[in-house]
């Protein structure tokens, strides 16, 4: 997943992208920003083991990515969900 992930940023250049991880709880892995570079470094230091609590917070994960898009100007807002489940 973590190569499709940076396959697709790659297209992404000048856009805000972000990274909330979740399993049990949701949590903000990175703020959106432009810088792809540092989201990439995030993505590939992303690991299972920083969520201790087990589940499947998908509606906490979701209502996080919400909550951070409502103040972008932006018409095009997009939410990616990926999930092993």
């Keep these: 997943?973590?190569?499709?992930?940076?396959?697709?940023?790659?297209?992404?250049?000048?856009?805000?992208?972000?990274?909330?991880?979740?399993?049990?709880e949701a949590f903000v892995q990175f703020p959106l920003t432009t810088d792809v570079q540092s989201a990439k470094t995030f993505i590939n230091a992303a690991s299972s083991a920083a969520i201790t609590r087990q589940g499947t917070a998908i509606e906490d994960a979701l209502q996080l990515a919400i909550v951070a898009l409502e103040p972008r100007e932006?018409?095009?807002?997009?939410?990616?969900?990926?999930?092993d489940g």
């Excluded at 997943?1 to 909330?20: C, F, P, Q, R």
């Excluded at 932006?74 to 999930?83: K, V």
């Design 1 to 24: 997943a973590k190569l499709s992930i940076l396959d697709l940023m790659d297209g992404l250049e000048g856009n805000e992208i972000g990274l909330i991880l979740f399993a049990g």
């Design 74 to 83: 932006s018409a095009d807002r997009f939410i990616i969900l990926l999930s």
